[in-house]
C-alpha cells in the first residue's frame, strides 16, 4: 500500500516551477527472464548402421553432429540368405533454457541496430534501461503513459524505445483488476488571509493482469502476425505511486512518484527459435522497475511534451 499525501497552499496563479517544464519520475528497469526452447536430443547417424557419424570427414569437413532425427535400414543375410532387415526411425529433442536479463535486452537492441555502438564489444559500457512516468496537470494532477527509454550515462544518448517494449491494451472483460482505495480531499479556505489551502490523501494498492510486447524488428506492429519476430508476456502486474510536491512551501507543484512494479508470473512466448520446427520460446519469469526518482523536468525525453 501507498500513501499519498498533498498539501498545497494557491496564493498566486505563478508557479515556483518553471511553466514548460513537464514533472514525473525515473526508474530503472530489470528483466529477469529465463527462455525456454527445443535442441536437437542426438546425434547425426549413418544410414546403414545407425552409429554416430564423427564430428568431421577425413578432410576435416562437417560430417556429423547435433540432429533431431534421423533414419537407417540394417539388413542382415546369412551368406546370399537374406535373413531379416530392420528400418529404424528416431525424433529426439531435449529442452534447454537460458537466462535473459539487462544485459540480453541491450545485446538484442545492439545487434538489431537500435542503439549506436560505443567503446569495445559488445558495446554494453553505459547503457541502462529507464521508465519514464510524467505528471500532467489539469484540474488535478494525473500520470501519463509510462514509456521505456535507453540512456547512455557517458554520451548522454537518449533513445525512444516505445516501438521496441510496449504494453497491449486487452478489452475491460478480458483483463484482470483489483484494488484497495481509500480517497480523501479537503479544501480549507481561510476568510482571514483570503488564501485556500488543500489536502489529499490516498492510501492505495492495486494489482492488474497485463500483457507486453517486445519487438526488435522495427517494422509495422500486428499482434496477430504470428510468423513475426515478437516476444509476448502476460502476468500479474502489481504496483503503486505517492503524491510528492516541487517548488517552495507556498507554490508547490504535485508530482506522482511510481513506486517498484512488478510483472511476475510471466507467462508467454519469444520470437522464433527453432526455424527448423516453427516452433517459438516459452518466456517465464518477472520483469520490473525500481522506485521512481522525483525528477523537475522529463520533457527532455522523446514523446513527452510540456503541454
Known amino acids: 500500500m501507498t500513501t499519498r499525501v498533498l498539501l498545497l497552499v494557491l496564493l498566486a496563479a505563478t508557479s515556483a516551477v518553471d511553466a514548460q517544464s513537464l514533472p514525473g519520475s525515473v526508474g530503472s528497469v530489470l528483466f529477469n527472464l529465463?527462455?525456454?526452447f527445443s535442441l536437437p536430443g542426438t546425434v547425426l547417424k549413418d544410414p546403414d548402421t545407425g552409429k554416430p557419424l564423427p564430428a568431421k570427414d577425413e578432410f576435416g569437413a562437417p560430417l556429423g553432429g547435433p540432429a533431431y532425427s534421423n533414419d537407417w535400414l540394417i539388413l542382415k543375410s546369412r551368406g546370399d540368405?537374406?535373413?531379416?532387415?530392420e528400418y529404424h526411425e528416431e525424433y529426439v529433442?531435449?529442452?534447454g533454457t537460458r537466462k535473459y536479463g539487462n544485459k540480453e535486452f541491450l545485446t538484442d537492441l545492439i545487434e538489431a541496430g537500435i542503439l549506436p555502438q560505443y567503446g569495445n564489444a559488445p558495446h554494453l559500457a553505459g547503457w541502462s534501461i529507464v521508465q519514464v512516468t510524467p505528471t500532467f496537470m489539469d484540474e488535478y494532477?494525473?500520470?501519463g503513459e509510462s514509456r521505456f527509454y535507453a540512456v547512455h550515462s557517458a554520451q548522454g544518448d537518449i533513445v525512444d524505445l516505445n516501438a521496441v517494449i510496449f504494453r497491449g491494451y486487452p478489452d475491460t472483460y478480458s483483463s484482470g483488476y483489483a484494488a484497495n482505495v481509500n480517497?480523501?480531499?479537503?479544501?480549507r479556505y481561510q476568510y482571514a488571509t483570503d488564501t485556500t489551502a488543500v489536502t489529499e490523501t490516498d492510501l492505495s494498492s492495486w494489482k492488474s493482469t497485463r500483457i507486453y510486447y517486445i519487438d526488435f524488428s522495427g517494422e509495422p506492429f500486428d499482434a496477430e502476425d504470428v510468423f513475426v519476430g515478437y516476444a509476448r508476456m502476460e502476468g500479474v502486474f502489481a504496483s503503486s505511486e505517492r503524491l510528492a510536491s516541487?517548488?517552495?512551501s507556498l507554490n508547490r507543484v504535485p508530482v506522482y512518484v511510481v513506486g517498484a512494479t512488478k510483472l511476475t508470473g510471466v507467462s508467454g512466448q519469444g520470437p522464433v527459435f527453432d526455424e527448423e520446427n516453427d516452433t517459438?520460446?516459452?518466456i517465464e519469469g518477472m520483469m520490473g522497475t525500481a522506485a521512481g526518482k522525483l525528477q523537475a523536468d522529463v520533457s527532455h525525453y522523446p514523446g513527452f511534451t510540456g503541454e
Not at 81 to 85: C, F, N, Q, T
Not at 183 to 187: F, G, N, R, S, V
Open 141 to 143: 494532477p494525473f500520470t
Open 34 to 36: 529465463t527462455l525456454s
Open 183 to 187: 480517497y480523501h480531499y479537503l479544501e
Open 280 to 282: 517459438r520460446c516459452v
Open 81 to 85: 540368405i537374406p535373413v531379416s532387415d
Open 93 to 95: 529433442s531435449k529442452i
Open 246 to 248: 516541487l517548488g517552495g
